[in-house]
T-cell receptor, first 111, second 114 residues
Framework: KNQVEQSPQSLIILEGKNCTLQ??????????LRWYKQDTGRGPVSLTI?????NTKSNGRYTATLDADTKQSSLHITASQLSDSASYIC??????????FGRGTSLIVHP | GAGVSQSPSNKVTEKGKDVELRCDPI?????LYWYRQSLGQGLEFLIY????????KSGLPSDRFSAERTGGSVSTLTIQRTQQEDSAVYLC????????????FGPGTRLLVL
């Protein structure tokens, strides 16, 4: 069964600090992996997409990594801002057009 | 242009009533997805439309749920005889065709069944 597990479930950090969110998946075959940001009361917004051959991809202060051998991905947020407070969702697409979603990591950035 | 829009943004209904949720996808997007997001849970796939092909309804939890997409654009998700466990956020997403295409999500409809 295709699964996506994220950790931690929730995280609280101080403004300006860095943090790393983890995603482990068992989706097979693998097509691509996305990280989404979901602000409270809004729909998810795509941050990055990674395919099998990509190890690292950045989008501003967000850097995603992918290890296709161990089926792990991480999302690193640098110099966090209050606006980074949101849920971060790891989504993996396999051989089907239906993606598998993780439950998300809830990040709170305190001033 | 405009993103994906959904209406209503919030809906409170009584158990046993029918509800209709609407999704307006981005113009030109042939793929449309409905998902359900319950508190503390990941997004749950409900149904997928792609162009004029028959929809993939494999995610619909019961025969009380149905959806249609008229003219390849607007979609309506209907829940008949609502139950309290139907309370959730219902998200719609659209994309261009293709496995790598980004899904663009609407803001969701928050459904509360009393």
């Amino acid at each position: 069964k295709n699964q996506v597990e994220q950790s931690p479930q929730s995280l609280i950090i101080l403004e300006g600090k860095n943090c790393t969110l983890q995603c482990n998946y068992t989706v097979s075959p693998f097509s691509n992996l996305r990280w989404y940001k979901q602000d409270t009361g809004r729909g998810p917004v795509s941050l990055t997409i990674m395919t099998f051959s990509e190890n690292t991809k950045s989008n501003g202060r967000y850097t995603a990594t992918l290890d296709a051998d161990t089926k792990q991905s991480s999302l690193h947020i640098t110099a966090s801002q209050l606006s980074d407070s949101a849920s971060y969702i790891c989504v993996v697409k396999g051989g089907s057009y239906i993606p598998t979603f993780g439950r998300g990591t809830s990040l709170i950035v305190h001033p | 242009g405009a993103g994906v829009s959904q209406s209503p943004s919030n809906k409170v209904t009584e158990k046993g009533k029918d509800v209709e949720l609407r999704c307006d996808p981005i113009s030109g997007h042939t793929a449309l997805y409905w998902y359900r997001q319950s508190l503390g849970q990941g997004l749950e796939f409900l149904i997928y439309f792609q162009g004029n092909s028959a929809p993939d309804k494999s995610g619909l939890p019961s025969d009380r749920f149905s959806a249609e997409r008229t003219g390849g654009s607007v979609s309506t998700l209907t829940i008949q005889r609502t139950q309290q466990e139907d309370s959730a956020v219902y998200l719609c997403a659209s994309s261009l065709a293709g496995m790598r295409e980004t899904q663009y999500f609407g803001p969701g409809t928050r459904l509360l069944v009393l």
